[in-house]
């Protein structure tokens, strides 16, 4: 009996060995290829750390030498008592971000406050420039009637005066009249801190209807305008400053997550690979054994 089944039971045995055998390699050949991939995420996240470290370092030096810049031109709204005047409803935003991602939330946080005023009453007399293609990725979904002008090529390099005076000069050039608004930036507080803030902007008409503006003397039409132009650009220039310190500081701490995280994955996918590959091994002498038992 056991001799008349043989041909057909071996057959069959021999096909579901081979099934499971081939099953087994592609297990474990998709586990080494996503532990191949891993590892080399592993080492991209770590070199962008790294770098992010450099340009940290040197982004903290340059913001300590631009606060007094943005620091000196908000003190001058401050102590004119500089108000927004009631017969200009046209207000302006700018959303000061870059063209560069992998780095947290820093993008989306301006992008969150501008879209929280654009739901507001009112939105329909404000408009906005993005400042780097992130925001404006954000916010053109569903405010794109809004955005006047994007700045682009923002964040590759590190941000100079002379990149403030161009985004200086292309707001002024816009043909937009606004009579007051705000510069929405990432002020940075620590290596894993950052908060989003504002500066104030004000029209020219704004500052020369300024009670306290005759504290200043010698203000005349031009000098107020060249004044207005240059506070314009060092605002711009400190926002620059702060929110690449802020960028470079949450791509270094999102990198070092990542690391982190691919390492925890590269653990269990060696541990997931090592105990498929013990189990083909033991299936297999298993069968070896019975098959050799079953020939005695």
Excluded: W
Aim: glycine letters at 6%; a positive charge; hydrophobic letters at 40%.
């Amino acid at each position: 009996m056991l001799g008349r089944l043989a041909p057909g039971v071996c057959t069959q045995v021999t096909m579901v060995f081979n099934h499971q055998q081939s099953r087994n390699m592609a297990t474990l050949k998709a586990i080494s290829i996503r532990l191949k991939s891993v590892k080399n995420i592993q080492k991209i996240t770590q070199s962008m750390k790294m770098v992010s470290a450099a340009k940290y370092t040197r982004a903290e030096r340059d913001l300590k030498a631009a606060r007094p810049y943005g620091e000196g031109a908000v003190q001058f709204y401050e102590r004119a008592e500089v108000a927004a005047p009631e017969d200009e409803p046209k207000q302006l935003y700018i959303a000061m971000t870059s063209d560069r991602g992998l780095c947290g939330a820093v993008h989306t946080g301006v992008s969150k406050v501008i879209r929280a005023r654009l739901a507001e009453p009112g939105a329909e007399n404000i408009k906005v420039i993005c400042v780097g293609d992130k925001s404006r990725a954000i916010l053109q979904r569903l405010y794109s009637k809004h955005i006047i002008s994007v700045c682009n090529e923002i964040g590759r390099l590190p941000p100079t005066f002379l990149d403030a005076a161009r985004i200086a000069n292309a707001i002024m050039t816009s043909g937009y009249d606004f009579g007051s608004g705000k510069i929405v930036y990432n002020k940075f507080k620590s290596v894993v801190s950052y908060s989003q803030s504002d500066l104030p902007l004000f029209s020219r008409a704004a500052v020369e209807s300024s009670p306290k503006l005759a504290v200043y003397d010698s203000l005349d039409s031009d000098v107020l305008q060249s004044y207005m132009e240059f506070s314009l650009a060092s605002m711009l220039f400190y926002a620059l400053k702060e929110g690449a310190c802020s960028e470079q500081s949450s791509r270094m701490t999102a990198m070092d997550n990542a690391s982190k995280n691919a390492g925890e994955m590269i653990d269990k996918l060696t541990l997931t690979f090592n105990r498929t590959r013990q189990a083909v091994i033991t299936r297999e002498l298993i069968e070896i054994i019975s098959g050799a038992a079953a020939l005695e």
